[in-house]
């Protein structure tokens, strides 16, 4: 079972930038999928962007052209750069790594991997 290690949060003002990392150790193979979440104080886990295992990748709306997500060739690391961060980034992002449990493979239920989450402060 795969283990991963998100960092790279901290405190920064509106328009700066960081570049989350979430390092996978052990077996990441034949997964679906990788990607970001994050979750504000009082509200609901919500997806940031994911890249599925052929390289395709998708975001929320509200961080379209800020941000982007990338993958080491080895699968190992999964990276988030995030651009021009408003205070409505601010959250706790997590890292996951869904593979599938069912014959119906990626198009039915999966099993996730989650890290322990990086917090991320963007002030006015």
């Known amino acids: 079972q795969a283990q991963l290690v998100e960092s790279g949060g901290g405190s920064v003002q509106a328009g700066d930038s960081l570049k989350l990392s979430c390092a996978a150790t052990?077996?990441?193979?034949?997964?679906?999928?990788m990607g970001w979440y994050r979750q504000a104080p009082g509200k609901a886990r919500e997806l940031v962007s994911i890249?599925?295992?052929?390289?395709?990748?998708t975001y929320r709306d509200s961080v379209k052209g800020r941000f982007t997500i990338t993958q080491d060739n080895a699968r190992s690391t999964l990276y988030l750069q995030m651009n021009n961060l408003k205070t409505d980034d601010t959250a706790v992002y997590y890292c996951t790594a869904a593979r599938p449990i069912s014959p119906a493979g990626c198009r039915g239920p999966t099993n996730n991997v989650w890290g322990r989450g990086t917090q991320v402060t963007v002030s006015s």
């Open positions: 052990g077996n990441i193979f034949n997964y679906c999928a």
């Open positions: 890249i599925k295992s052929d390289g395709t990748t």
